[in-house]
Every structure is written in structure tokens, then in C-alpha cells.
């Protein structure tokens, strides 16, 4: 049997992109390595980087290099310098057409609280503990891409719009996943006030009875949804939602670890997928050692996961758990008697945990 071989590309992206792209690459080298896969990796240019290079933030020398490979590692994008920018320039513009582009339909979120992290959040310890929640997120429909969409002089419009067939496939891969979890899904819409979450509500209920009855089904509005992720995260297995309500919520629910630095996410459904942490570009702390690199880190796990190396996934992991139950901590996550490191030392310290941990 030959070599297991990925050809993963790397899209540093803006301000702690980069810095936290170089700590998922040489954790994910020495743990390839040790578990005897070959990696090779291609480094593009994408974002606000890309803008100031090329005049556009996915060109198409980067969007062939993506479709052409086995993963995608994303670092961040964006920053206060691309704000002036045409719409078209701007790195959040990059990121929705490379999404578009890849078919990456569903956005994978999970968000775990381990009882020795509970600490950091800024919620009480009682209630974050032991939360285990995936979200499960539409990602290239919706408002975000719905036409027609523009801006006069003094108004402006954007159009919300789902098909049945965009929602029946995200509610399947939502209960899919609950099958490999708790059993559990939470639909999140706003049907007392929306058309488009009316049709939402009836597509999944339809979903749902025709084919995963053995799933527990129930519907929120967001708005509670909102206040119960706050109140009692620890309900929740799998959430569903549309692409807006995903945004908002999935970044509330980052903030339950106490850092969006922590968490990671994927973005799947087409032939490649694309893998990044939910954490912007921080571009104040940028260049100074003290980004937080486990979220990338973890999205390279979700990424063997993906190509169906799941021991790979799972002993990153653990080398990353490892780290922070000894004590190590970025500036982000410190806590009484951590020991304070910048991003290179905490690459570091998980890199030494891989051989420690078994898989």
C-alpha cells in the first residue's frame, strides 16, 4: 500500500493570518510525518493582500490552486485599510466568492466548553461547563447573495431568498450530524415574521419526517435562541440556521470558551473543503507573537477529519488539550496559574505534545 499524499493549499490572509497559518502547518508536518502521510502545500495570496497585489481579493491564480487541491487552510481576512475599497476589492468579498466558488454550502461550527477552560468565559463557569454544540449554517444563500440587491442615493435593498431544495440539503447534512452526536437538532428561524423562515420551518419538518425520525426536531426563533445560548448553552446539540442567523449566532457562541481565538470551523459541500478559525484578523496584535494559533491548529484537525484520517484529527487534538491542561495560555485565555506564551512558544508546546498523546 503506497503513501497516504494531501496537497493542502494555504491562504495566509491578512493582519494574524499568516502567523497562525505557520503554527497549523508545522503542527500539522510533524504530525503527518509521525503518522507517516505526505503533505505538500501551496501558499497563495487571497484577501486584502491579494487587493493590494492584484486589484482583487481572490484571483484566479489562488481560486485554481484551491479547486485543484485536496484542503483548504484559511487563516483570516480583512482590516480597517480595505474598508474604503469598491465592494468587489474588499477581502470580505474574496472569502464569500471563494465560498461561492468552492460550493461550500454548509459551515461547521462546533463549540466545546471542557470544565478546565470554563474558566475564561465570560459567563459563570456553572453555566458554559460541559457545553457541546455544533452549529450548522447555510452559507452561500440567503441575504448575503440574494438579487437583486443595491443602493440609491438615499436607500438601499438586499433581497432574502431560500429555495426549497438550498434548504433541504443543509437540514439533511444538520441531521446527519446529530445522528453521529446526541440525536438532537434545533432549527432556528423567525417564521412569525418572515416568509422565507416560514418556507424554512416547513422544508425541515418535511426533511424530518421523511427521513430522520429517529432525530429530535424542534424550532426556535432566533431571537430566543439568542437568549438561551447566553442562558443555557448547554441545551443544544446541533443547531440549524440560515446564513445570517448562522453569522450572528456562531460568533455569539464563540464567545462562550471565553476567545474566539479557540474555535475552528469548516466550510463543506462542494469537492474541496475549506478550514478556518472564527477569529478575524486582529490586525492590532498583528506581527506581535500573541495570537492565539489553536484555532487554526483545530481546523487542520477538522480537515483530516475530512479526508478520512480521523486518528490524524484526533491526535492534534489531543496535543492541543494536552497544552492547555498543563497550564499554557495566550494572552487571550489567561487564567490563575497559567503560564502566559506567545503564538510561537504555544506552537511550540502542542507540536512537543503530539508524541506524548496517542491517537
Known sequence: MGQESFKIVLLPGDGIGPEVIRAARHVIELAAAEAGISLSF???????????????????ETLNACLRSDGILLGAVGGPQWDV???????????????????????????????????????????????????VRELIGGIYFGEPRGRASDSAYNTLR????????????????????????????????LEVSILWRDVVSEIHQQAYSDVELSHMYVDNAAMQIVMNPRQFDVLLTGNMFGDILSDLTSTLVGSLGMLPSACLGGTVGLFEPVHGSAPDIAG?????????????????????????????????????????????????????????????????????VAA
Open 85 to 135: 475599497c469598491a465592494r468587489e476589492e474588499r477581502p470580505e468579498y474574496g472569502l464569500l466568492a471563494l465560498r461561492k466558488a468552492l460550493g461550500s454550502y454548509a459551515n461547521l461550527r462546533p463549540v466545546t466548553v471542557p470544565d478546565f477552560l470554563a474558566d475564561a468565559s465570560p459567563l459563570r463557569p456553572s453555566v458554559v461547563a460541559g457545553t457541546d454544540m455544533l452549529i
Open 288 to 356: 506581535m507573537d500573541k495570537a492565539n494559533p489553536i484555532g487554526a491548529i483545530v481546523s487542520s484537525a477538522m480537515l483530516f477529519e475530512e479526508l478520512n484520517q480521523p486518528e490524524l484529527a484526533t491526535r492534534i487534538r489531543r496535543a492541543v488539550e494536552q497544552a492547555l491542561l498543563d497550564g499554557y495560555r495566550t494572552a487571550d485565555m489567561l487564567a490563575e496559574d497559567s503560564t502566559e506564551v506567545g503564538t510561537k512558544e504555544m506552537t511550540n508546546v502542542i507540536a512537543n505534545r503530539l508524541s506524548e
Open 162 to 193: 431560500y429555495s426549497k431544495p438550498e434548504i433541504a440539503r443543509i437540514a439533511q447534512v444538520a441531521f446527519e450530524w446529530a445522528r453521529r452526536r446526541n440525536g438532537s437538532v434545533v432549527s432556528i428561524d423567525k417564521s412569525n415574521v
Open 42 to 60: 501551496e501558499e497563495h495570496v487571497f484577501g486584502g493582500a491579494a487587493t493590494d497585489e492584484t486589484g482583487f481579493p481572490l484571483p484566479e
